[in-house]
Nanobody
Framework: QARLVESGGGLVQAGGSLTLSCAASEGGANINRMGWFRQAPGKQRELVAL???????NYSDSVKGRSTISRNTAKNTVYLQMNSLKPEDTAVYYCYVRTTWAQEYWGQGTQVTVTS
């Protein structure tokens, strides 16, 4: 079973930037997609961005144009660079991996707090 280790969360002022990283302990070519979801207090978990095996990407409208998802396949690592952060980006960000066999894995979450 893959283990996901996230890093890069923290406290940042509005307008600032953060880069989140997530390394999967295994997967390699068996990873179909990697990405990030987030959950703000009192809200449901929502998609932030996904990157697929063919390097195609999908972003939520709320972060499109401000964020870039990328992947290092050799390291089973996914990155999310977020720019022009807003207070409404404050949430716990969860790393997500789905394998070619439709197994899904989640990270434990990393807190991102954006102050105004």
């Amino acid at each position: 079973q893959a283990r996901l280790v996230e890093s890069g969360g923290g406290l940042v002022q509005a307008g600032g930037s953060l880069t989140l990283s997530c390394a999967a302990s295994e997967g390699g070519a068996n990873i179909n997609r990697m990405g990030w979801f987030r959950q703000a207090p009192g809200k449901q978990r929502e998609l932030v961005a996904l990157i697929f095996g063919g390097e195609s990407t999908n972003y939520s409208d709320s972060v499109k144009g401000r964020s870039t998802i990328s992947r290092n396949t050799a390291k089973n690592t996914v990155y999310l660079q977020m720019n022009s952060l807003k207070p409404e980006d404050t949430a716990v960000y969860y790393c997500y991996v789905r394998t070619t066999w439709a197994q899904e894995y989640w990270g434990q979450g990393t807190q991102v707090t954006v102050t105004s």
